[in-house]
């Protein structure tokens, strides 16, 4: 099991800009799927990016593509969202999940591939 903190969500306008973090106080296993899911009120938790810590390329929905990146940072175990031209629909409590057990494959968006997750960090836009 993957211990995980997510942390840098805030408030701020459309067109602006955040930087969320995913840390693994207890470590993080080599080769895990690490993804970021974001779930707005009264709406299913839904995929938005993932990357492999192994190297392989990141992954997107189209909705984000262009303004989020997703990137890890293999000394520290962290794994970073930069969110860029947020919009209102942006607006959501961000989660980070590990899945340490395959690659990310096909159901990368799937929440019930990822068995640890964070607690979430909430993301406000503004119009």
């Known amino acids: 099991q993957v211990q995980l903190v997510e942390s840098g969500g805030g408030s701020v306008q459309a067109g602006g800009s955040l930087r969320l973090a995913c840390l693994a106080p207890g470590g993080m296993p080599a080769g895990v799927c690490m993804g970021w899911f974001r779930q707005a009120t009264g709406k299913e938790r839904e995929a938005v990016a993932a990357i492999h810590t192994g190297g392989r390329s990141p992954l997107y929905v189209d909705s984000v593509k262009g303004r989020f990146a997703i990137s890890q940072e293999s000394a520290t175990s962290a794994v970073y969202l930069q969110m860029t031209n947020l919009q209102p629909e942006d607006t959501a409590t961000y989660y980070c999940?590990?899945?340490?057990?395959?690659?990310?494959?096909?159901?990368?968006?799937?929440?019930?591939?990822?068995?640890?997750w964070g607690q979430g960090t909430q993301v406000t836009v503004s119009s």
């Open positions: 999940a590990a899945d340490s057990t395959r690659t990310c494959g096909y159901l990368w968006t799937r929440t019930e591939k990822y068995p640890d």
